[in-house]
């Protein structure tokens, strides 16, 4: 099988992974907001926010760099994937037992310290999800190495899928907002365990015992130094914002920022198919000596990536309004000018999740750290600005000019390691902006009719259809080749 056609395959398998978290998670969102109210709706996820910061130091880049060294010695000297697993994994299983002790000493001093008392509980049963989640990225980040999208897909499909169904089955029960984490948690164990065996059974037993190469346990573990680094400014950039919005305003605007932010998670879905999937094969194209190869790759992907996400983001910033009072209810309509602000956010974000993974399979994680670094701290001094002058907007208007800055030092840092045709890239993404001017207007003009769920979803139809007309006329968009991609 050609590589053209194996990526096709893991496309596909991401993609309907990615899918399925979409979709369970458009209905996890939009049922938790119509079942809990927004002081609810925003504590529990002010809790997710401050647990992930947390999940940060028991993760510390491990599985990143565990995966690094499957993606290349699968490759170069396959005998050493069973030592690599093993030590990373127990690395990993080291750090995640320090921070959980460390977190059910301190969990009441942290709710405190945030001003939020009723977080308590919340950050107790937080230990549980800091062991569970950071297992199952170990499990997903290893199987990413080995280039198995497939199983990652599956281990996605079963975490978000059991999501949906445990935590909405808990908040039905009467639970409330901590039934809905204690769901989460589940979720992830179930996965977690499922990944677990699949990697012991599949991967780590059809590798044979050998001496452990002189040096390697130092190399992974000095790689997850800059990996750290990146993970932490990447935590920042995606929690703390959250966490400042709390301790400034409160969890009803927690609840606006966090549905803004999930709408733009949704339909950044193809492009993160797309980027997981490639990531280890840049990786492995370059230990091939085949660096054009992935930079075709990497050209061609951003050039759809871009036709599809411009447009997206024009349409959802001018049905922005309709779209927050239709699904989650007026309730939310605070959460309408975070999400047309967070429509540049999903441009940005369709680049990076093209972009960065790949920059760490390539080697070059060290400098996508000190980028990553100095847009997570100027995003915390904008977010401590903006929050308490502008409010919630200030969040996301934060966010957008520090993910634009960093953006543009991954699509440089990628253009050093692989020499992209820029030329050719601003060409086609000026096609795109006149592509998504005509389509805006279309829209605009039609916007008066919208008055229900059908003409919202009328008026969408027919930006999509003007879209895709202009797009295959002026040759961006091949259908055939679209379409064999996705069947």
């Not at 990447?234 to 709408?263: E, S």
């Not at 840049?282 to 091939?288: E, L, R, S, T």
């Not at 699904?327 to 309509?333: C, K, L, N, Q």
Request: proline share 2%.
């Amino acid at each position: 099988m050609n590589l053209v056609s194996t990526l096709g395959d893991r496309f596909r398998a991401a993609f309907a992974g990615q899918i399925v978290s979409v979709i369970s998670g458009a209905v996890l969102t939009v049922a938790l907001a119509r079942l809990l109210d927004p002081d609810g709706y925003g504590l529990l996820f002010l809790a997710i926010s401050v647990l992930g910061i947390i999940k940060l130091f028991s993760k510390l880049g491990v599985a990143k760099s565990t995966a690094k060294y499957i993606a290349e010695y699968k490759e170069t000297d396959p005998g050493q994937l069973r030592n690599i697993i093993r030590f990373g994994f127990l690395l990993n299983l080291g750090v995640i037992i320090v921070v959980c002790v460390v977190l059910l000493f301190t969990h009441e001093y942290i709710a405190q310290l945030i001003g939020e008392p009723d977080l308590v509980p919340f950050l107790l049963f937080g230990v549980f999800f800091i062991v569970s989640s950071t297992i199952l990225t170990f499990i997903r980040l290893a199987l990413q190495g080995f280039e198995a999208i497939e199983a990652t897909a599956v281990l996605r499909i079963i975490d978000r899928g059991s999501r949906t169904a445990l935590a909405l089955g808990l908040v039905v029960l009467g639970y409330g907002a901590l039934g809905a984490l204690v769901g989460y948690i589940l979720a992830y164990l179930l996965a977690a365990f499922v990944g677990l065996v699949y990697l012991y059974r599949r991967y780590y037993q059809s590798f044979s015992v050998e001496i452990v190469e002189s040096g390697l346990k130092r190399r992974i573990a000095e790689y997850t130094i800059p990996l750290t680094a990146t993970s932490t400014a990447n935590v920042l950039d995606k929690r703390v914002d959250t966490i400042l919005v709390g301790f400034f305003i409160g969890p009803v605007a927690v609840a606006y920022y966090t549905i803004g932010k999930q709408v733009v998670q949704f339909i950044e879905t193809p492009m993160s198919a797309l980027g997981f999937t490639l990531a280890p094969t840049y990786g492995a194209q370059q230990a091939k000596g085949k660096s054009n190869t992935a930079a075709q790759m990497y050209e061609e992907s951003l050039s759809h990536g871009l036709l599809l996400y411009i447009p997206a983001a024009a349409g959802l910033v001018l049905v922005a309004e309709p779209l927050i009072q239709l699904v989650f209810g007026t309730d939310y309509t605070g959460a309408i000018p975070v999400l047309q602000v967070l429509a540049v956010y999903a441009v940005l974000m369709s680049v990076t999740k093209l972009t960065s993974n790949g920059l760490d399979y390539l080697g070059r994680a060290r400098e996508r750290a000190i980028v990553k670094g100095i847009s997570a701290v100027l995003n915390v001094v904008l977010n401590v600005i903006l929050i308490p002058w502008i409010g919630v907007v200030g969040a996301a208007v934060a966010t957008v000019i520090t993910y634009s800055m960093y953006t543009l030092a991954n699509v440089y840092i990628m253009h050093t390691e692989l020499d992209l045709r820029i030329k050719l890239l601003l060409e086609k993404t000026g096609c795109v902006l006149v592509i998504t001017i005509i389509m805006s207007v279309v829209v605009f003009l039609l916007l008066d009719y919208i008055t229900g769920f059908f003409t919202l979803f009328g008026v969408i139809t027919v930006g999509v259809v003007v879209w895709a007309v202009l797009s295959v006329g002026t040759g961006l968009l091949d259908i055939k080749q679209i379409a064999s991609a996705l069947f």
